[in-house]
């Protein structure tokens, strides 16, 4: 199995052609506008084991979705094999080729059942094999020497059951900058960049991204610099560089990235979707339903006409993803499910166009 294709991207489009935008192109690959998640909170908790991603992911790629996102520390890997044993039960339904497959890195992704000493178990299998020393692993949980990451993401391939990848994220890399100092935290991002253009080489994964949280719209100590990330990459991997994504939060009640001026590029102050457009670099946007609290209470009628004037959709989870689906500057959005009859109902707006820009401008002035 290979990475994703534009034809074979193009040809699962094609199979939902009452799909009316709802896949476009970037980077020569079709993706569908709405991408499945399976990040879960908690992961303590034993239900986040019990219950499964399996036929929830089966039910986004039947329901049009082909944009399959995880990490290698959601839920210990479980997420991961779930997507690969999905993959396996699909069968001839759906060629490889026609999805396109991310995992992140950079988090430490203890094994499941969760180790009775973690602490033991990081020594054992990251200190002790000389993968990372203690002192670059912060707060006993993220770690991203390009030995780490390299390990890691054999691990995710393997887990996947793939052989190589899509895109491949250094995950929420912002968690170590206050720690490492500016200077000091660009040098380690040069290691890694370097490390990530040879395992691409390598054909390990197609394209790279950084994965943040706060990273790219905060104001305070975690705000990183997509100018001098895209910089870097030119510096170890020149003009074609694979470093072509970022992912960071998006939704009705986040929407910094599309309204903050936290980036610059060229001197010139803007958003962080403004400055990945003028870099060249894809947005994946995550959290689109802000884990469900977005629904404390219902969207106003104001809101729900300008997001659907056909009255087609039926709820406010349906209107918060027509939202972030129809932001200008976004390739896809994320959305979290484990329950196939609600992803079949989230991708009901693909039946619906997204909102034109100057129309979805108003939403900001309701």
């Not at 499941?112 to 299998?125: C, G, K």
């Not at 002192?135 to 993220?142: F, K, R, S, V």
């Not at 080489?201 to 990183?224: C, P, Q």
């Not at 694979?242 to 980036?263: D, E, H, V, W």
Request: with cysteine.
């Amino acid at each position: 199995m290979g990475f994703a294709t534009l034809d074979d991207t193009h040809n699962f489009a094609k199979k939902f052609s009452n799909y009316k935008d709802f896949y476009i192109k970037h980077n020569d690959l079709i993706f569908s506008k709405l991408g499945l998640g399976t990040f879960n909170k908690e992961p303590y908790k034993e239900e986040n084991y019990v219950f499964h991603y399996i036929e929830g992911v089966k039910e986004a790629i039947r329901s049009g979705i082909n944009l399959i996102d995880t990490a290698s520390n959601y839920r210990y890997g479980q997420s991961e094999k779930e997507i690969g044993e999905a993959l396996i039960e699909l069968g001839n339904e759906v060629k490889r080729e026609e999805l396109i497959i991310c995992s992140k890195g950079g988090f430490i992704q203890l094994d499941y059942p969760f180790p009775e000493n973690p602490y033991t178990w990081i020594n054992e299998n990251i200190v002790d094999t000389g993968l990372a020393t203690q002192d670059e692993i912060e707060l006993d949980q993220h770690c991203m020497t390009p030995d780490y990451l390299e390990y890691s993401c054999k691990k995710s391939l393997k887990n996947l059951g793939v052989d190589e990848l899509d895109i491949y994220y250094l995950h929420n890399p912002e968690i170590q900058l206050s720690t490492l100092g500016e200077k000091e935290f660009y040098k380690t991002i040069e290691k890694v960049f370097k490390r990530f253009e040879k395992l691409a080489d390598d054909g390990l994964f197609k394209s790279y991204g950084v994965a943040v949280w706060n990273g790219f719209s905060s104001e305070g100590s975690e705000l990183l610099s997509l100018e001098k990330l895209v910089d870097i990459a030119k510096k170890v991997g020149g003009e074609n560089h694979r470093f072509k994504y970022i992912q960071f939060p998006f939704n009705m009640g986040k929407t910094s990235a599309y309204t903050k001026l936290t980036q610059k590029v060229n001197s010139e102050e803007c958003t962080i979707i403004q400055a990945a457009h003028r870099l060249n670099i894809g947005v994946i946007s995550s959290s689109s339903l802000l884990q469900m609290n977005l629904f404390k209470k219902s969207f106003t009628a104001e809101t729900g006409v300008v997001l659907d004037d056909t009255m087609t959709l039926k709820n406010d989870i349906q209107l918060a993803l027509q939202f972030v689906r129809s932001t200008p500057g976004i390739v896809s959005s994320l959305f979290g499910s484990k329950v196939p009859v609600h992803i079949k109902e989230n991708c009901e707006i693909s039946k619906v166009r997204s909102v034109k820009r100057e129309k979805y401008d108003l939403l900001y002035k309701l």
